[in-house]
């Protein structure tokens, strides 16, 4: 507070802080719209790739609570910040899994794509990531990249059951941490045989040449790269909708504080001019009497 | 007040978009089926965190097998970018599996096949939609419906014979000219892919 009797210096200081929040309230909107407009291309493909996991699930069924030595988480993050809690989210639910899947004869590692979730999960797991990958959106999404992606972890990651992890989006405001399971062949034989969630595939005839268990291998790797692509879209999209309304809530939050610091502004300004007055008026009337 | 008017805009927004259909979702889960060993071995390790949805739970549930083989097939063929055909009852598809063109009629037994490149025709009535598919799976599921899942797949009438010509000339020359085992295999590739183009756009 400026000392009593000085001139109109504080406003100064009023006047910058409200320059910095309208600057930071115009980049929050334009943030949201670039978002918007991002989410409008990316929901329709998300849409359109929702029916690709769907048959291998009503093939093989589902068992997220499947006990098997080695597990593998592959988070799904995004690589920019500033989309509000989206991957905190995935990342809690990640460590929720792999203390489940830990145990005293089975281990579980993580995969993670996306930067965000890499440096949440470096700080206490560092000994348990397996592979990271980053920059996944540098292009658009596309099966292709996926496909090279999906073979590439395949190839470095031993498993028995991958799990992966992502936000799927249910709306623009809502958008839901889901699991999908995929085991792999030698395991899905086993609990098929054992009669479990998986459903009867000593039921299927397997046509072609080739042994059932190279068919059940492209299998599982082929229903990998396909979860994956709808993850990752999916992921995608519940980013730019995190973000749309984070940078929303932003652009009120300025708004509120510059409304708060224009009355203090002019305030301020009020005060200095009564202040002079009176200084005038007090000063004038010890002349005359 | 203005906090009151931010809770007020949020809900507002959380029903607006099931009415703007502009920006909600298309698929609307039915039911959800939950997979309870799941759920409370989850909540015993994370109580306070609400379980992650599984696949289970976002999927319409299949019919069950019927008694009698039913009169028509029920067909999904989805790609990566779309859904081609969702649900549709047709007579009969004819499907690329490895060891040839595989007829699928309503009845028939569970099978699971992998597709090479090749045509895929859908049956209805008198009408015969066909696609070239670049590969993928196929699953014939005892209660007549069939999933045709494949990466790549286009209308016949959209390929263009002389660019199939072409690369079928260049395919075939990278082939001659391939010295290492990946270039081989790249080429061959290519060259079955071009044969079963220009088989497609014959037969």
Redesign the interface.
Known sequence: MAPLGARSVSTQIVRNRMKSVKNIQKITKAMKMVAASKL?AV?T?T?????????????L?????VDVKKNVIVAITSDKGLCGGINSTSV??SR?LH??TSGPDKESKYVILGEKGKVQLVRDSRSSIEMTVSELQKNPIN?TQI?VLADDILKNVEYDALRV?FN???????F??????ILSPEVAEKESEAGG?IGDLD????????TKSE?LQ??AE?QFS?VL?NGALENACSELGARMSAMD?SS?NAG?MLDRLTLTYNRTRQASITTELTEIISGASALEG | MLRHAARRLASRAAVAPTARRALATAEVPAEAAEDSTFVEAWKKVAPNLEAPKTPISLMQPRPPTPASIPTKLTVNFVLPYKSEIANKEVDMVIVPATTGQMGVLPGHVATIAELKPGVLSVHEGNDVTKYFVSSGFAFVHANSIADIVAVEAVPVDQIDPALVQKGLADFTAKLGSASTDLEKAEAQIGVDVHSALNAALTG
Not at chain 1, 47 to 59: I, K, M, V, Y
Not at chain 1, 61 to 65: C, K, V
Not at chain 1, 168 to 174: D, N, R
Request: charged content about 25%.
């Open positions: 409008r929901q493909r849409e359109n790739s929702r029916g690709l996991w769907q048959p291998f699930t009503a093939l069924g589902d068992a997220p609570s809690k639910v929720a203390k489940l099966y496909a992890v799927k989006f249910h709306s623009v405001i809502s839901k941490p889901t699991m999908v399971t969630k039921a299927y005839e397997i046509e072609g040449g080739e068919i492209n299998l082929f396909c692509y809530s009120r509120d």
